[in-house]
């Protein structure tokens, strides 16, 4: 996806900039441009470096684990069906803490496991599309499967930790201004995502 | 003193980031643990995580300076103008709301070019910081979940997930106007 995307932006930059006669200004971005990533990431050396930090404590301490726990019936509300103790609510909840906190390069991960253990609970269910035999091109994503991946994309990110690291390299008064807002954003967002999920769970196919 | 529901907004903004580091170190030091070793050791993870991602924000940042420097940005810009004026939503973002449903690091360097260009603090810059953080990498996302769990059809997923987005964006907007 991003080989084209970005390819294609940079072809369009350059042939447009010679068409409108700014082939100067192309030239200086590409130049500006590479020293302002470069600067960028200093100043996110730092923010990352401390939030990593402080999350390592909330790791070794236990307080993540504390935390799961408290979440253990949010998940058992948003995936009722899935067997107490199976392999794949761990999974989700790890994903789920870990977005929350937004840890991404360790949600992802976690992400991926629960996936993967979903769709052992579909073979354990004996769903027929889930067999070795099954071609896999007519394989339906389970009820299960829509429902994380959905909550997943509507965003659980409690303070946005990159963003306010890039208005602060920006010149921002006040580069957190926008955590209060963003959280009842995504809350908006995330609980649009769990009614639908809902209704649409409710629906047919099983 | 009065109690507008904005004050108490800005206020959550104002503490969360101290309150967080206050509790996970002050609870790290009840359980007796190293806080301080500890937070070395994270800190080292997240500087790395960093420098991993500096030749991404390297390759994005240039595509997005130049197009931004060939005019082709105002040119699309331009060209969603009836679109924002329908919608009341700012032209300039229409290109990083797309871009945002298919990659996170193109939408960043989007998104950094809306703060050098209008500022952080105007309205634009806080619609895209509020957008930016309440919305997900849609199209991404879906491919590489259900290409672990070798499922072909998504079902509902896709409109389900495109309108939470768009609850998140609507919300984004109406946050931002009043701030």
Known sequence: MLNYLWGL?????VIYGAFTGRIDAVTNAVLDSSKEAVSLCVTMLGVMGVWVGVMEIAKTSGLIKVLSRKMQPLIKFLFPKIPHGHEANEFILVNIISNILGLGWAATPAGLKAMEAMEKLEKERGNKEYLETASSSKRCASNEMCTFLVINISSLQLIPVNMIAYRSQYGSINPALIVGPAIIATFVSTIVAVILCKVAEGGKHK | MSFSPLKIVLFVSEFMVPLVIFYIVGYGMLMKKNVYEDFVKGAKDGM?????????????????????ASGFLDLLAKLFTPVAMLTNFPSELVPLTIVR????????????????????????????????SCTETVFYTMSIYFMAAHVKKTR???PIALASTFAGIVASVFLAKIM
């Open chain 1, 9 to 13: 932006m940079l072809l369009l930059g």
């Open chain 2, 48 to 68: 790395m995580t960093v420098v991993q991602i500096l030749p991404t924000l390297i390759g994005l940042m240039v595509a997005v300076g130049v197009l931004r």
């Open chain 2, 101 to 132: 449903l298919f990659s996170s690091s193109a939408a960043t360097g989007l998104a950094l070019d809306v703060f050098k260009e209008f500022g952080t603090d105007s309205y634009i810059g806080t619609l895209a910081s509020i957008m930016m």
């Open chain 2, 156 to 158: 509902w997923t896709l």
